[in-house]
């Protein structure tokens, strides 16, 4: 289970974000799939007992479906950033229908921030993108949606792999949501322990 993407893929796609400021004691805290109703408020609720800000990336669809609750986002102080309309795989598309389904996601989602959904995007879709979004990925990945994995094992991905300048990866979705909710609150006070503070992309 890769926590972290393998350098070549870092070298390979050298232009999109994968860690900011590692001369700094930051972590920048992203969700990625909702907003959800069952579990999007919670975390929301766990980031202001902390005053923690972080950047989601929305799906379209669930935007669409949820407008009040992507406003809530913003209104408490969070960044937002696109993670497409339908959450799909870049490999399973041409490069018209990808960036068509991300610029749909565009008319719900008022951000220059582009996550590909999985991680999984091609050259050519990334160098269309680029033209008008910051193609941002990860240097942590929590896997808190893996059914395999208890709140300890997420945890531990948290304290092990993340080091300064981390962008970390939880999700506020249904499949992650005994993880996120749990892990969440530990990972932050885990974080300031160790003399970190949060970033917004």
């Known amino acids: 289970m890769n ?6 893929f870092r070298i390979f796609f050298r232009s999109f974000t994968w860690r900011k400021t590692p001369s700094e004691k930051v972590i920048y805290l992203t969700f990625d799939d909702g907003p959800v109703p069952e579990v999007t408020p919670g975390v929301l609720d766990i980031l202001d007992v902390y005053g923690w800000k972080a950047t989601f990336f929305c799906v379209g669809e669930n935007v669409r479906k949820h407008p009040e609750l992507y406003e809530e986002i913003l209104k ?15 490999f399973n598309y041409s490069t018209e229908q990808y960036v068509a389904n991300v610029l749909k996601a565009s008319e719900y ?13 091609t050259r050519k879709q990334a160098g269309i993108l680029k033209n008008n979004f910051e193609i941002v ?3 942590v990945i929590t896997h808190d949606y893996a059914k395999n994995l208890t709140i300890k094992d997420v945890f ?6 993340v080091r300064n300048g981390s962008i970390v990866v939880f999700h506020d979705s249904l499949k992650a949501k005994e993880n996120v909710l749990k892990v969440l609150p530990m990972s932050i006070e885990f974080w ?7 970033g917004v992309l």
């Open 76 to 90: 408490r102080g969070h960044k937002t950033g696109n993670h497409s309309f339908n959450h799909i795989k870049g």
């Open 192 to 198: 300031e322990s160790k003399g970190y503070r949060f």
């Open 156 to 161: 531990e991905n948290v304290k092990k792999n």
């Open 109 to 121: 989602i008022d951000s220059n921030l582009f996550r590909p959904p999985y991680g999984r995007i």
């Open 137 to 139: 990925m990860w240097d």
């Open 3 to 8: 926590i972290q993407f393998p350098r070549i």
